[in-house]
């Protein structure tokens, strides 16, 4: 995908809230794009936040938000999903102490907020009184954790889905678009709840399958693991405390998304307790024909 040139920064200064694999992309992208004048990371280990700095990731590091938001433009939050909304309202609650003020939330002030998690509804749902937030997920990423394993072409060519609230402004809406797009991303708008019910199947379910598939195999077929298996179980190497918050954050849809696939389970395992050739073969084609759809909607 071609870089988008332009004149000038679209925003002066970006604050990364979570400077891991994720923030550190982003903030890899950013300078590369040029889309940001200054990027300010934000991580609770003040030793990694610096490593990230020394590595060239940021232009300014620290543990404390309240310290920088009232220099920030847009602040984007890639901490774990549990932990998003509490995070945004610490930062209102610096943006509040600069301004000398309490609980302000000043829609006008041209500072935007929005985050990275894979979950929105419990975010977009607790920050719905803040009118500067606007939740986002961009649909990338590695199960590889840590600032070190930054790409910055991790976005492009990727689905960013804006989820916003019956409260949201639209200039807001359409200024976080024109960020992602600039980070090469595609846009779609979608309310919280629709997109927690299309990711637990698309993504969410897949790490369950996945981790429960790895348990499967004793020592001694360790072995014999070939190439379909590892690429299979891939997600599962994510960072098991991450992922627990995610499914947690959105249960109920996993737990639905578990009971389609033992329906499926069952179909094989019904037509192959009664030695069904037509059934078992009319199923794989079922998985391989939507399969092959899939690679050919990714390539359009």
């Not at 901490?79 to 302000?104: C, F, I, Q, W, Y």
């Not at 840590?146 to 200024?175: K, M, N, W, Y």
């Amino acid at each position: 995908m071609n870089e988008l040139p332009f004149s000038s920064p679209l925003e002066e200064t970006v604050v990364i809230v979570g400077v891991g694999m994720i923030g550190g992309s982003l903030a890899a992208a950013l300078k590369r794009r040029k889309i940001a004048r200054r990027v300010i990371g934000v991580g609770r280990d003040q030793a990694r936040v610096e490593a990230a700095l020394a590595a060239g990731l940021i232009d300014e590091a620290t543990t404390i938000t309240k310290s920088v938001i009232d220099r920030a433009n847009l602040v984007v939050f890639c901490t774990p999903v549990e932990r998003v909304a509490s995070d945004v309202r610490d930062a209102v609650a610096g943006l509040a102490m600069h301004d000398g003020k309490s609980n302000a939330y000043p829609s006008d002030s041209g500072l935007l907020f929005t985050d990275v998690g894979s979950v929105k509804g419990p975010i977009c749902s607790d920050l719905m009184d803040i009118p500067m937030f606007v939740g986002s997920h961009p649909i990338a990423g590695s199960h590889r954790q840590g600032f070190e394993a930054a790409d910055s072409r991790l976005f492009e060519g990727r689905l960013c889905v804006l989820t916003p609230t019956p409260s949201t402004l639209e200039p807001s809406i359409s200024r976080l678009e024109r960020f992602w797009r600039a980070l090469g991303m595609r846009t779609i708008r979608m309310s919280p709840v629709s997109h927690d019910a299309a990711l637990a199947v698309t993504s969410h379910l897949p790490h369950v399958v996945a981790a429960a598939l790895a348990t499967t195999v004793c020592d001694d077929q360790r072995r014999l693991t070939g190439t379909g298996f590892r690429d299979t179980t891939r997600v599962a190497a994510g960072d098991p405390d991450l992922w627990a918050g995610i499914l947690m954050n959105n249960a109920e849809q996993v737990v639905n998304g578990i009971d389609e696939v033992q329906k499926r389970l069952s179909a094989y395992r019904n037509a192959l307790s009664s030695h069904n050739l037509n059934e078992i073969r009319q199923l794989l084609k079922d998985g391989q024909q939507f399969r092959m759809s899939l690679d050919e909607t990714i390539h359009e």
